[in-house]
């Protein structure tokens, strides 16, 4: 079993930064790709970053330059800097890993975060 817990959400004025945190446990063999997507009620879920095992990273255009994402390989967590958040990134944030577990037939599935709410608003 493999469960993420997404993390440091908040409210933040226009132009300020925020960083979340997604902690991988359980069973893992293989962190295929983690990232993060977002959701507001108005629109369906919306790719964000994605960090591919070997190091590639992908970002949707509306936050390149702006955000970040890295990784703590000792830690299985995942970290998304916000730089120069504006009031379009107000969403619920979720953690995303595709995930080779750690057992016989190895496994492989998709996992979600909880969630994590974004508000960018003066």
């Known amino acids: 079993h493999v469960q993420l817990v997404d993390s440091g959400g908040g409210l933040v004025q226009p132009g300020g930064s925020l960083r979340l945190s997604c902690a991988a446990s359980?069973?893992?063999?293989?962190?295929?790709?983690i990232g993060w997507y977002r959701q507001t009620p108005e629109y369906d879920r919306e790719f964000v970053a994605m960090?591919?095992?070997?190091?590639?990273?992908n970002y949707a255009d509306s936050v390149k330059g702006r955000f970040t994402i890295s990784r703590d390989n000792a830690k299985d967590t995942v970290y998304l800097q916000m730089n120069s958040l504006i009031p379009e990134d107000t969403a619920v944030y979720s953690c995303?890993?595709?995930?080779?577990?750690?057992?016989?037939?190895?496994?492989?599935?998709?996992?979600w975060g909880q969630g994590t709410q974004v508000t960018v608003s003066s």
């Open positions: 960090l591919v095992d070997g190091g590639q990273t």
């Open positions: 359980g069973s893992i063999f293989r962190l295929n790709r």
């Open positions: 995303y890993a595709d995930v080779t577990a750690f057992n016989a037939g190895r496994d492989r599935g998709n996992y």
